[in-house]
């Protein structure tokens, strides 16, 4: 038997100096359902062969629902009981049924590569939005109904990122934009090269380093982009991009000083 009713305690201002992200709030307002003297539970059955009650706080059943000895056939009837609840009987299972995905969620975005500008707070309410979406038109009768929810949240946050990215493109278009239209122009057009992104745009031309590696050394040495935000954006580790970066430099380098023996 489930407790429809239940008290809601505000957060103290220690509490609430806690709640730093989207995650972080509705994993304490589920903690909270599932204690007190009348928590809210959920049939035991559903989730465990031989459970020891009838029924189970909320929090047990869902660490039951991620631990690797629960049988697929269990999980399934157990998501699609919570997702049944969260559309017929509305809240608290509404919010019950998305703290079940929080695991996995948080999982989920720890390996997603965001950009250094996109806060990690929009992220986690964008993957919450898309499962809380998901609940209302996921198939009842669809194996693996979990499943559909993750991938919800997922493209959802793969879209933000997208979407941060192509800002920062834009944001950076005058520095790139201005290479690229140097290593447009042909060398005997372009003078003698007397700023560095004429000798950047000399050394493309000259097939020393290629045009992705020559914004790199534009946006961050030149316009003081930080490394992480175009880690980010590449979807690669900084160190990888600092390697990168420095192969590079190191064959403009060479091809600069070859020059400076030839005159």
């Known amino acids: 038997m489930h407790h429809r009713h239940y008290a809601h305690r505000p ?4 509490e609430s100096t806690v709640l730093r992200s989207p995650l972080g709030e ?20 559903l989730v465990c062969d031989e459970p020891d009650r009838a029924a ?3 929090d047990r059943v869902r660490t039951q629902l991620a631990h690797p000895s629960t049988r697929a056939d269990l999980r399934e009837q157990t998501w699609r009981e919570a997702v049944r609840r969260a559309r017929e009987l509305g809240e608290p299972w509404g919010m019950v049924a998305v703290a079940l995905t929080v695991p996995v969620l948080r999982r ?28 209302c038109t996921v198939d009842l009768g669809a ?24 800002r920062t ?16 122009v042909p060398p005997a057009d372009q003078g003698e090269p007397v700023d560095e992104l004429t000798v950047l745009a000399h050394a493309v031309q000259a ?7 020559a914004r790199l050394i534009a946006r961050t040495r030149l316009d003081g982009e930080p490394m992480g935000r175009l880690a980010a954006e590449h979807g690669v580790s900084v160190r990888q991009l600092y390697r990168h970066r420095s192969a590079a430099e190191q064959h403009l380098a060479a091809h600069l000083r070859r020059q400076l023996q030839d005159q």
């Open 11 to 14: 957060a103290t201002r220690t």
């Open 26 to 45: 509705l994993e304490q307002a589920f903690l909270a359902l599932a204690s007190g003297a009348e928590p809210l539970t959920f049939p035991a059955h």
């Open 56 to 58: 189970w706080p909320v």
């Open 108 to 135: 989920m975005l720890a390996r997603l590569a965001r950009p250094a500008h996109l806060e990690r707070a929009e992220v986690e309410q964008e993957a919450l939005a898309a499962v809380a979406a998901a609940l």
């Open 143 to 166: 194996q693996r109904l979990d499943r559909e929810l993750f991938s919800a949240a997922d493209r959802a946050v793969h879209r933000l990122a997208y979407a941060a990215r192509c």
């Open 169 to 184: 493109t834009r944001e950076t278009a005058p520095v790139t934009a201005h290479l690229d239209h140097l290593c447009a």
């Open 207 to 213: 097939h020393v380093v290629d045009v992705t590696e």
